[in-house]
Each structure stands twice: as structure tokens, then as C-alpha cells.
Nanobody, 123 residues
């Protein structure tokens, strides 16, 4: 059983910073790509940033230069450092991970989601 737990959300003034964390736990063989997605009220869920197991990153155009994704493979944790936050960044932020698990004698790959953490940016 795999669990993803996000933390670090909260209320911040425009121009401020927050750091989100997501820790994966369970019977994990390996973790491939990890990422952050967000969903604002009335909007579709959108990709924010991803990071591969080797450290390659991709960012949405709207957050380039402001957000930084990183990971600590020894802790099975991915981070999202958010600087110069804007009101339009307000959303629930979700952690996602491609994880290979071991069940009995076989490996299985699947996508897992965390419960989400609320980020609210006020002007």
C-alpha cells in the first residue's frame, strides 16, 4: 500500500513564499517521475512541475522562474519551493508519483495521488 502525504500549504501574502513537501511511503520498489499539480475553483487540474528520478525538470510556463521542484530520493520526498506568489497561484496543490511496487513476486507500476494541500495567496 502506497501513501502520498502533502504538507506546507497555507495562507500567504502576494510576493511571499511557501515550500510544499510530499512524502511517499509503503512497499516501494522505485519511484520514477514525481510532480505537482494544482486545481483552482472552477478550473481544470493543471500540471505545475515534474521531476524525473535523475533530476530532470519541467515547469508550466506560468510558474517558470518562480517555482522550483526538487526531490530527496533517500526520503522518497518531492518538494515545491514557491517564490513570488501571486493571487492566481491560489489552488489545491496535489502531489503525483509514478511508483513501481512489489507484490509477491512481481512488480507493478502505477500513478498515485496525495490528498492535496490548500495554497491561498492574498493581495
Amino acid at each position: 500500500q502506497v501513501q502520498l502525504v502533502e504538507s506546507g500549504g497555507g495562507l500567504v501574502q502576494a510576493g511571499g513564499s511557501l515550500r510544499l513537501s510530499c512524502a511517499a511511503s509503503g512497499t516501494i520498489f522505485s519511484i520514477n517521475t514525481m510532480g505537482w499539480y494544482r486545481q483552482a475553483p472552477g478550473k481544470q487540474r493543471e500540471l505545475v512541475a515534474t521531476i524525473t528520478s535523475s533530476g530532470g525538470t519541467n515547469y508550466a510556463d506560468s510558474v517558470k522562474g518562480r517555482f522550483t521542484i526538487s526531490r530527496d530520493n533517500t526520503r522518497n520526498t518531492v518538494y515545491l519551493q514557491m517564490n513570488n506568489l501571486k493571487p492566481e497561484d491560489t489552488a489545491v496543490y496535489y502531489c503525483n508519483a509514478e511508483i513501481t511496487i512489489l507484490i509477491i513476486t512481481r512488480t507493478f507500476e502505477g500513478n498515485y495521488w496525495g490528498q492535496g494541500t490548500q495554497v491561498t495567496v492574498s493581495s
